[in-house]
């Protein structure tokens, strides 16, 4: 309405100008209150076509859910609180719609651009239990099938129809890509589990979970609003497929997932994380035959370990069809052997496997590769291919080709070819190709003939296989016979990301096929990727690959302690591990004592197991290898206990400062904070020490990381004492009242009756003897 500048006034035009700028002035006050006026009016009007749309209430116990007869949502109020869970600034979008990658109507397609469309409902009626969607723009009818209990209510697309139009030149039912069964804008609480895909606070929880694993849960997070979507892809399935909301409070949340689980006859997720079991820690056993069998137990049990898990690598040489190595001569009576001898210790068996992916060496590769493995790329050749050919002509360009070692395989028909290098200019080559690899026949093809890219493991000692084909439910029956007829009772899912696109689809599709034929059911499965659906199945997360003793606290705090703040907002657990066992060397400095105080405790403070892996070799070699044992297991009693307070948890979860398990001559267990004394002696560099301060006086816990040595202290005798770590007093070495000497080898303690700056002071004066 105004200029913003006096450019269009010269110096002569000074009073037209301010006749001008009075009667704008005059006019915006003129026209402020009719725009107001009119908002208003409009704001009215907007108000009653709203309160003149019909409602659809749905409800349960738990919740009352309201829709308009548009499909946009009104309200989600938990009934016992009385609070509303949607966010009500965000309701201007149906919860129902379909979505086109493109147009395909022809009116659609001359209208608008040839990309993905997402159709909203614009009626809903219910008759019954079931809800009459119609969409916008597009001649679609969908069935939804409600399914309301106490606990949850689901939703279900019974059926999706077409009605070709009266008016145009369609005469077919065009395609659906994606059909979105839910999209409900809540409120963000506190709290967010994306596996879950649960926003929760103390006091109410609200999830939109999928009831079969062929329904597409995610969720959009922005600021306060969280937006949960429950769809489905029309290359997995449509119709049949479901999903439900739970508005609950939080204290019964599990409660109504499980009465989910057993009335969609679902893995039983929350039975296993409320077991017992699911607290233990494992200890995985490197090697394991059924002649050393007896000592793995031994070290176990000395680690508190009250599970093991057996890496089939152990046991078979090859993935796939799973053939026997040659420690296993007597095949499943000596495997049956081992399982049977670790559960007569009071330790639990389970599996570790491999199980979406043969290895090269398996039958599946070689000498004939099965047809059922996975092509990441197709292509077709453009010259015939004579046997001794190093030069591969195709008629696309392979430029998104892998040039990892191991992994640049193509395959032929029955034959497997390597390859160094490729063009990505016409002529489109692969060059340096090494014919009949892995063990299979070269052979002629002719031009024209299809062939594609192995899918070969980022760890290339696998191929993958397509999850589209019977393979997958093959080698999971033979996984599972191994399983059932071994008596293991609980399995890790390795390499659960070697599979295909889609992976929310692939990951738990590729699990399922494996857990449905186990028996017994697993007390738990950890696995190393998991979808939302596998929630149910993945009950315990995933374990890292080990890390070495010098940066092993460190990435403690970067990955596992992420994990598990993770994986608690889904209501889970992970391991803290794996932990490698490693003695001492000239390149390292081994696995000590303070390195798995601070695993344990970390994993403590989340209800987090850890894993072990068990080394009989490293075991022997490394002098601390009693106290290393013995600091696992007792935070292994403390934890599965839970002798810990909510405020000691929080304490753990929340600091980088280090803690130490103190247990005191009444056998009772105290967490003491703790810090390392960075200079001891200034001949050696072989003791480690830890300082804190207890009952009034400073202790320090010591020991020796390679061996035994003797310490001089320049202290008197009557101002220290010595105790084992059982608290029982020790006699000191040799000493004045200008000195003490102590033998520092496994762990101990010194008293002293000084503050801690002095002390720290003595111990970096102090003399290797």
């Known amino acids: 309405m105004f200029l913003t500048t006096d450019s269009r006034f010269s110096k002569t035009d000074h009073v037209s100008k301010e006749i001008w700028v009075t009667r704008g002035v005059n006019r915006y006050k003129i026209i402020i209150p009719l725009l107001i006026g009119f908002y208003i009016l409009c704001s009215i009007r907007l108000f009653a076509l709203e309160s003149e749309q019909s409602e659809i209430v749905i409800e349960n116990k738990e919740m009352r859910f309201v829709l308009y007869d548009n499909g946009k949502p009104k309200s989600l109020v938990h009934k016992e609180t009385g609070q509303e869970c949607l966010d009500l600034g965000n309701r201007e979008k149906s919860i129902f719609a379909l979505i086109e990658y493109r147009p395909y109507a022809t009116e659609l397609m001359l209208t608008y651009s040839a990309k993905p469309r997402k159709y909203y409902a614009d009626k809903v009626k219910r008759e019954g239990n079931k809800l009459i969607v119609q969409f916008e723009e597009i001649w679609y009818t969908a069935i939804i099938d409600l399914n309301i209990t106490d606990h949850y209510i689901g939703f279900s697309l019974e059926k999706l129809a077409y009605t070709i139009g009266k008016i145009g030149v369609e005469k077919r039912k065009t395609e659906v ?11 963000k609480r506190t709290h967010f589990g994306e596996w879950l895909n649960v926003t929760w606070d103390d006091e109410v929880s609200v999830n939109v979970l999928a009831t079969d694993r062929y329904a597409k849960i995610d969720a959009d997070i922005r600021g306060s609003s969280c937006l949960m979507v429950a769809g489905m892809e029309n290359n997995i399935r449509l119709e049949g497929v479901g999903a439900a909301l739970i508005t609950t409070s939080t204290s019964k949340l599990l409660s109504c997932i499980s009465h989910l689980e057993e009335d969609y006859n679902l893995p039983l997720g929350v039975k296993s994380r409320l077991s017992n079991e699911y607290k233990y ?78 290895s090269k060496n398996d039958p599946y590769v070689t000498p004939i590769p099965d047809p059922r493995f996975n092509l990441t790329k197709i292509f077709t050749l453009a010259a015939p291919l004579n046997k001794d050919a190093a030069i591969i002509t195709v008629e696309e360009s392979p430029y998104e080709c892998t040039l990892e070692a191991g992994r640049r395989l193509l395959k032929i028909g029955n034959e497997i070819i390597s390859y160094e290098n490729y063009t990505t200019s016409y002529p489109y080559q692969f060059t340096g190709c090494k014919r009949g690899e892995l063990g299979t026949e070269t052979a002629t093809a002719a031009a024209g003939l ?33 399983y059932n007829e071994a008596g293991f009772k609980f399995v890790y899912f390795d390499g659960a990301e070697d599979v295909h696109y889609p992976y929310w689809y692939n990951v738990p599709k590729a699990q399922w096929e494996v857990y449905q034929h186990l028996n017994p059911i697993p007390l738990f499965s950890e696995a190393a990727t998991k979808s939302h659906f596998s929630w149910h199945i993945i009950t315990r997360g995933n374990a890292f690959d080990t890390f070495p003793p ?39 400095i081994g696995m000590q004592p303070d390195m798995y105080e601070y695993i344990c405790s970390r994993a403590a403070a989340w209800d987090c197991p850890i894993g072990l892996f068990g080394r009989p070799d490293q075991f022997k070699s490394h002098p601390r290898t009693e106290d290393n044992l013995r600091v696992i ?74 061996g035994e040595e003797l310490l001089r202290i320049p202290v008197s005798k009557k101002s220290i004492a010595l105790y084992d770590m059982n608290v029982r007093r020790n006699k000191l070495g040799e000493g004045s009242n200008d000195y003490s000497t102590i033998s ?21 004066n102090s003399k290797v003897l």
């Open 633 to 706: 297991r007792m935070w292994e009693e403390v934890r599965i206990a839970g002798l810990m307070t909510d405020v000691q948890k929080q304490e753990l979860r929340n600091s980088h400062q280090e803690h130490f398990l103190f247990k005191n001559v009444d056998g009772k267990y105290e967490i003491i904070p703790y810090k390392k004394v960075e200079s001891v002696t200034k001949t050696s560099d072989s003791i480690r020490a830890f300082i804190f301060s207890r009952a009034g006086k400073t202790w320090v816990v010591l020991w020796h990381i390679q």
């Open 744 to 764: 520092v080898g496994d762990c101990r303690y010194i008293v002293f009756d000084l503050p801690e700056d002095e002390v720290i002071e003595l111990l970096a």
């Open 177 to 187: 890509d994606e059909f979105t069964l839910l999209e409900l804008p809540v409120k």
């Open 450 to 482: 299809k062939f594609g890219l192995l899918d070969v493991d980022t760890w290339p000692k696998f191929i993958r296989f397509d999850q589209r084909t019977s393979i997958q439910q093959e080698v999971a029956k033979r996984v599972s016979e191994i």
């Open 550 to 588: 010098e940066e092993v606290k460190e990435a403690t705090d970067i990955y596992q302690v992420q994990a598990a703040r993770y994986m608690n907002e889904s209501f889970s657990s992970m391991n803290f591990g794996w932990n490698d066992y490693v003695a001492s060397s000239d390149k390292t």
């Open 281 to 358: 820690s494992y200890y995985e056993p490197k090697g394991i035959t059924p002649k050393n069998v007896d000592e793995h137990i031994s070290y176990a049990k000395k680690g508190g370990f009250r599970q093991m898990l057996l890496y089939y690598e152990d046991i078979f040489v090859s993935m796939g069809h799973f053939t026997w190595g040659d420690h296993y001569s007597n095949k499943m009576d000596d495997l049956k052997q081992v399982v049977r001898k670790i559960e007569e210790a009071g330790i639990i068996p389970g599996f570790h496997i491999h199980y979406n992916k043969a």
